[in-house]
């Protein structure tokens, strides 16, 4: 079956600390990966992508991730996050057949002061 | 350039109503896509149309529910006799002609009393 896992499903963590969040996903999903992040009652804003090349991908807001095709992983990471970092974060992956994303549950970024 | 449209941005249906939900795809974007979250959940694929077509609608609950992508005007996704495990948001998504990238619209939440 097509699954993305995300490991965690809240992440607490104190300002300017780093952050990791974990992603997996499934062999039968295209190596297209997303990860999209989602503040309260708003839509999805994309993070970052990976869709071929360099397996680091660098993103907005300092965020970058990396693909590991041996572990099928997409993890995101921040050196040193943001009380504005408080939010959703989704990791996503284009199904086999190119046509809709799968998505993870969710892992939720609580920064505390 | 505006971004993906959705409206309304809030809904409110009594059991056995109809809920019509609109999404306007960015501009020179022809494929549309309507995903649904589930409070505390992840985002699931719904339906994937064309202009005038309906590529896949793998997600679609087999009953009430209905969509379409005319040739003018924007995306309308109907539910019909709506129960309140119908109160979710609905996530509308476009993208352009081998785009892998997928634009989302701020969706709209519905409550179902």
């Known amino acids: ?14 300002e300017e600390a780093p952050v990791e969040l974990r992603c997996n996903y499934s062999s039968s999903v295209s190596v297209y990966l997303f990860w999209y992040v989602q503040y309260p009652n708003q839509g999805l804003q994309l993070l970052l992508k990976y869709l ?6 660098k993103g907005i807001n300092g965020f970058e991730a990396e693909f590991n095709k041996s572990q099928t992983s997409f993890h995101l990471r921040k050196p040193s996050v943001h009380i504005s970092d ?13 046509n809709k994303l799968i998505f993870g549950a969710g892992t939720r970024l609580a920064v505390h002061p | 350039n505006a971004g ?3 409206n309304p941005r809030h809904l409110v249906r009594r059991r056995g109503q109809e809920a019509r939900l609109r999404c306007s795809p960015m501009k020179g974007h022809s494929h549309v896509y309507w995903y649904r979250q589930l409070p505390e959940e992840g985002l699931k694929f719904m339906v994937y149309l064309q202009k005038e077509n309906i590529i896949d609608e793998s997600g679609m609950p087999k009953e009430r529910f209905s969509a379409e ?28 002609t081998g785009n892998n990238e997928q634009f989302f619209g701020p969706g709209t ?5």
């Open chain 1, 52 to 57: 071929s090349g360099s397996t680091l991908v």
């Open chain 2, 69 to 96: 992508f005319p040739k003018e005007g924007p995306s309308i996704l109907r539910i019909q006799q709506v129960v309140r495990g119908d109160s979710a948001a609905y996530f509308c998504a476009s993208s352009g």
């Open chain 2, 109 to 113: 939440r519905l409550t179902v009393l």
């Open chain 1, 1 to 14: 079956a097509q699954s993305v896992t995300q490991l965690d499903s809240q992440v607490p963590v104190f």
């Open chain 2, 4 to 6: 993906v449209m959705q």
């Open chain 1, 86 to 98: 408080t939010a959703e974060y989704f990791c996503a992956a284009l199904s086999g057949g190119y």
